[in-house]
Nanobody, 121 residues
């Protein structure tokens, strides 16, 4: 099927930067939206940033001006550049993609396993 593998999480001080990546692999025909979510302890999972197949982007208000989402369609990857990190950005970050596979006529939604981002004050 389809596998999404995130990388790039870690521990960083407030004001620092991290770059997350998510690589999709498998029987992929095309990828529609790719989205980064995050979930902090005791909180619901929330959308951080989304990018369409055409490159249009949208961001949560809490990260606008600090985070940038981008994608490489040739490599089936999506990135999240995170600058000016704050302790409240601490969460597990998940990659999500809407993928049309070679085995199905309708797209499906796939998730990565998550990568921990911890921002210390």
């Amino acid at each position: 099927q389809v596998q999404l593998v995130e990388s790039g999480g870690g521990l960083v001080q407030a004001g620092g930067t991290l770059r997350l990546s998510c690589a999709a692999s498998g029987s992929i025909r095309s990828i529609n939206h790719m989205t980064w979510y995050r979930q902090a302890p005791g909180k619901q999972r929330e959308v951080v940033a989304l990018i369409t197949s055409g490159g249009s982007t949208s961001y949560a208000d809490s990260v606008k001006g600090r985070f940038t989402i981008s994608r490489d369609n040739a490599k089936n990857t999506v990135h999240l550049q995170m600058n000016s990190l704050k302790p409240e950005d601490t969460a597990v970050y998940y990659c999500n993609a809407v993928v049309l596979t070679t085995a199905h006529s309708m797209p499906g939604v796939y998730w990565g396993q998550g990568t921990q981002v911890t921002v210390s004050s």
